[in-house]
């Protein structure tokens, strides 16, 4: 995995003045575009989109300073007016394009390269479980993207569902963990600048098909599941969780996200201080091919 990175980072070096579309990105990698910038914005701290803007700003710091006109080089990388270059420069500088010729200001923001990074003290536990295909038969809205802190969206979601909603689908479920199941699936392209939104599913897993009018079902195919328990405080144990098992856990496990909903589960008991979650990723044998 950490080959494929360090070759995309290449690609970019030498791409930077065209469009990188989604699927170049998932040629060079092997993931889908939304799975690769997911692990990417955990291991970088910083978005894809931010990365390459910020690569832009600095080769285009050093070709100003060497004699290039600022009309030129905001052209050159793909911005529509002088003003919004120089207005993108500033921001990321602090000085404008003009500064930088006068007083040869030079920022740089070196290219990425990506290796494992071997610290003790951290240990995860994991297992791997194959499942078979399976429905989870619930209540869904698109709610927005967020990364840390409680979701009101998905707080009001769940407080919006029925008791008749509620008594069906425990007498649907008939699969581990028999309680409520987080689900969330199709994820806008503004993931990496924690923008847009994604579907939320709250639901329990079956192999029953839904019959209610005021239910949804999401079929979930056949998979290897990479299953993290997790406790400590909610939800940031959870969330840290996640964050770890992209930026350490997937480049040296073997593994790569497979193109599929994640799954989390929580046992409320009232005490957020010391909270058991479960979040289970779907998973494939690096080069493996799902059916």
């Given at each position: 995995?950490?080959?494929?990175?360090?070759?995309?980072?290449?690609?970019?070096?030498?791409?930077?003045?065209?469009?990188?579309?989604?699927?170049?990105?998932?040629?060079?990698?092997?993931?889908?575009?939304?799975?690769?910038?997911?692990?990417?914005?955990?291991?970088?701290?910083?978005?894809?989109?931010?990365?390459?803007?910020?690569?832009?700003?600095?080769?285009?710091?050093?070709?100003?300073?060497?004699?290039?006109?600022?009309?030129?080089?905001?052209?050159?990388?793909?911005?529509?007016?002088?003003?919004?270059?120089?207005?993108?420069?500033?921001?990321?500088?602090?000085?404008?394009?003009?500064?930088?010729?006068?007083?040869?200001?030079?920022?740089?923001?070196?290219?990425?390269?990506?290796?494992?990074?071997?610290?003790?003290?951290?240990?995860?536990?994991?297992?791997?479980?194959?499942k078979s295909k399976f429905n989870?038969?619930?209540?869904?809205?698109?709610?927005?993207?967020?990364?840390?802190?409680?979701?009101?969206?998905?707080?009001?979601?769940?407080?919006?569902?029925?008791?008749?909603?509620?008594?069906?689908?425990?007498?649907?479920?008939?699969?581990?963990?028999?309680?409520?199941?987080?689900?969330?699936?199709?994820?806008?392209?503004?993931?990496?600048?924690?923008?847009?939104?994604?579907?939320?599913?709250?639901?329990?897993?079956?192999?029953?098909?839904?019959?209610?009018?005021?239910?949804?079902?999401l079929s979930i195919e056949e998979?290897?599941?990479?299953?993290?328990?997790?406790?400590?405080?909610?939800?940031?144990?959870?969330?840290?969780?996640?964050?770890?098992?992209?930026?350490?856990?997937?480049?040296?496990?073997?593994?790569?996200?497979?193109?599929?909903?994640?799954?989390?589960?929580?046992?409320?008991?009232?005490?957020?201080?010391?909270?058991?979650?479960?979040?289970?990723?779907?998973?494939?044998?690096?080069?493996?091919?799902?059916?």
């Amino acid at each position: 995995m950490l080959q494929q990175f360090n070759q995309l980072m290449d690609y970019i070096e030498e791409n930077l003045t065209e469009e990188i579309s989604g699927k170049d990105i998932s040629k060079i990698v092997g993931l889908s575009d939304y799975h690769f910038k997911r692990m990417f914005s955990y291991m970088a701290r910083m978005s894809l989109n931010e990365y390459i803007k910020n690569r832009r700003l600095s080769v285009a710091n050093v070709e100003l300073i060497n004699g290039a006109k600022v009309t030129d080089i905001a052209y050159k990388y793909g911005y529509q007016s002088l003003e919004g270059f120089s207005r993108s420069f500033r921001e990321w500088s602090g000085f404008l394009p003009s500064e930088v010729i006068k007083n040869k200001i030079q920022k740089s923001f070196p290219k990425f390269s990506f290796f494992i990074d071997i610290r003790g003290g951290i240990s995860m536990e994991f297992k791997i479980e194959e499942k078979s295909k399976f429905n989870i038969i619930g209540v869904s809205r698109r709610v927005p993207i967020q990364f840390e802190g409680e979701n009101h969206s998905i707080v009001e979601l769940a407080q919006s569902i029925t008791e008749q909603q509620r008594n069906k689908m425990h007498q649907i479920a008939n699969l581990h963990p028999h309680q409520v199941l987080n689900v969330s699936y199709d994820f806008d392209d503004g993931f990496l600048e924690e923008k847009g939104y994604l579907t939320h599913m709250i639901g329990f897993a079956t192999t029953k098909e839904n019959e209610y009018d005021d239910l949804e079902q999401l079929s979930i195919e056949e998979s290897l599941w990479a299953i993290f328990p997790n406790q400590g405080p909610f939800p940031v144990t959870l969330q840290a969780t996640t964050a770890q098992i992209y930026s350490q856990w997937l480049p040296s496990s073997g593994y790569e996200i497979a193109d599929m909903p994640a799954i989390s589960f929580t046992n409320h008991t009232g005490n957020y201080e010391n909270v058991y979650s479960e979040i289970w990723m779907p998973v494939k044998k690096v080069g493996a091919k799902l059916e």
